[in-house]
């Protein structure tokens, strides 16, 4: 088997209903780029399935000799799994996909071109959004926008991961050995030259989202962490805010205490909110500091990102790991 020119990734979490859909769809458009621009591989990371997943892309691997199977030891996580992928890819191109056909593969041909075209990197960009609940869009929107105001890297709005890599860019990020990765934002912060594609972003083929509001809340934690310091200034900030507000509540203490005939601020509860106040705003910031220990604690444990257990359809030892 030649070297690839193009590798797609997907990261299977308990995709067994959406697989036979894929696939079908995937083979009028492997077949055609194979004819136009030469060999593909698609590389399915399955990520701790517990469904029958596993042996389903096996099944549908036997009649397709583009497919190459990654099975990780136990569920790493969306990012993870993806990751590995970029690691077997041997492609001069490199797309992340995912398995729900929300990444619609019709959309490759035109990715393909923008790359030969000389860009680097082919991002997605997501007009519309379908089958999305209204709190989904809005958060997310809300997300993008604090995300840039706290970072200098460019991670544009409306995108998630599905994108087309250069090799030279998938080289960078496989060098890249943070544990928390928002792959987005690494993408971004590479560098080289970039290029959105807008595109209709379809509901979901089959089977639910594999991504609860914990999974979400965890991404945007890992992704602000990773690309910004702003929070830990936070600390400093506030405590300039709180001095600020106790210097005038002095003033105005003293103001009321001399003025005959007020008697304003008796009694325990003035004290016990001051002190609750002061309280919980040093439980945040010692929170927010907690958030980055935790992140240096899980990088000098040097652990590797994640375990194979077996591999199927590569030629012995492709993969760059
Ligand atoms: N996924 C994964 N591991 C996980 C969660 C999700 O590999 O722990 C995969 C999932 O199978 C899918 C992709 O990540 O191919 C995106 O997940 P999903 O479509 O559920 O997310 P959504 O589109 O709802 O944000
Ligand atoms: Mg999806």
Same mark, same amino acid.
């Given at each position: 088997?030649?070297?690839? /020119?193009?590798?797609?990734?997907?990261?299977?979490?308990?995709?067994?209903?959406?697989?036979?859909?894929?696939? &079908? =769809?995937?083979? /009028?458009?492997?077949?055609?780029?194979?004819?136009?621009? #030469?060999?593909?591989?698609?590389?399915?990371?399955?990520? #701790?399935?517990?469904?029958?997943?596993?042996?389903?892309?096996?099944?549908?691997?036997?009649?397709?000799?583009? *497919? =190459?199977?990654?099975?990780?030891?136990?569920?790493?996580?969306?990012?993870?799994?993806?990751?590995?992928?970029?690691?077997?890819?041997?492609?001069?191109?490199?797309?992340?996909?995912?398995?729900?056909?929300?990444?619609?593969?019709?959309?490759?041909?035109?990715?393909?071109?923008?790359?030969?075209?000389?860009?680097?990197?082919?991002?997605?960009?997501?007009?519309?959004?379908? #089958?999305?609940?209204?709190?989904?869009?809005?958060? +997310? @929107?809300?997300?993008?926008?604090?995300?840039? @105001?706290? &970072?200098?890297?460019?991670?544009?709005?409306?995108?998630?991961?599905?994108?087309? *890599?250069?090799?030279?860019?998938?080289?960078?990020?496989?060098?890249?050995?943070?544990?928390?990765?928002?792959?987005?934002? *690494?993408? +971004?912060?590479?560098?080289?030259?970039?290029?959105?594609?807008?595109?209709?972003?379809?509901?979901?083929?089959?089977?639910?989202?594999?991504?609860?509001?914990?999974?979400?809340? =965890?991404?945007?934690?890992?992704?602000?962490?990773?690309?910004?310091?702003?929070?830990?200034?936070? +600390?400093?900030?506030?405590?300039?805010?709180?001095?600020?507000? @106790?210097?005038?509540?002095?003033?105005?203490?003293?103001?009321? =205490?001399?003025?005959?005939?007020?008697?304003?601020?008796?009694?325990?509860?003035?004290?016990?909110?001051?002190?609750?106040?002061?309280?919980?705003?040093?439980?945040?910031?010692?929170?927010?500091?907690?958030?980055?220990? #935790?992140?240096?604690?899980?990088?000098?444990?040097?652990?590797?990102?994640?375990?194979?257990?077996? &591999?199927?359809?590569?030629?012995?030892?492709?993969?760059?790991?």
């Amino acid at each position: 088997m030649p070297a690839p /020119t193009l590798s797609l990734v997907f990261p299977i979490f308990d995709e067994q209903e959406v697989l036979p859909h894929l696939l &079908t =769809r995937l083979d /009028t458009v492997v077949a055609d780029l194979q004819a136009s621009t #030469g060999p593909v591989e698609a590389i399915f990371v399955n990520d #701790g399935s517990r469904d029958a997943s596993w042996q389903l892309l096996n099944e549908l691997s036997q009649t397709r000799p583009w *497919m =190459r199977l990654v099975n990780l030891s136990r569920n790493f996580g969306h990012q993870i799994a993806v990751t590995a992928g970029m690691h077997y890819a041997g492609g001069d191109a490199v797309v992340i996909m995912d398995a729900d056909l929300q990444d619609p593969p019709e959309l490759l041909p035109e990715m393909i071109r923008l790359w030969k075209g000389g860009n680097d990197v082919v991002y997605a960009v997501r007009t519309e959004r379908e #089958g999305e609940t209204a709190f989904k869009k809005a958060t +997310a @929107s809300a997300f993008y926008k604090l995300l840039q @105001s706290l &970072t200098n890297v460019p991670i544009p709005a409306d995108t998630g991961d599905f994108r087309l *890599m250069d090799r030279k860019v998938v080289a960078a990020m496989n060098a890249m050995g943070e544990h928390h990765r928002f792959l987005r934002g *690494m993408a +971004a912060w590479v560098g080289f030259t970039q290029i959105g594609l807008p595109y209709k972003r379809d509901a979901r083929a089959a089977g639910e989202t594999k991504y609860p509001l914990k999974k979400m809340v =965890r991404l945007a934690v890992d992704a602000i962490a990773s690309f910004s310091q702003a929070p830990l200034k936070l +600390a400093t900030y506030m405590g300039f805010a709180v001095t600020l507000l @106790s210097l005038l509540a002095i003033v105005v203490v003293i103001i009321l =205490r001399l003025t005959p005939g007020i008697r304003a601020l008796e009694g325990q509860a003035t004290t016990l909110i001051a002190a609750l106040f002061i309280g919980g705003v040093q439980l945040v910031c010692i929170g927010i500091l907690g958030e980055y220990i #935790g992140r240096i604690y899980d990088e000098v444990k040097r652990r590797p990102l994640y375990l194979v257990s077996r &591999t199927h359809g590569f030629d012995d030892n492709t993969a760059v790991k």
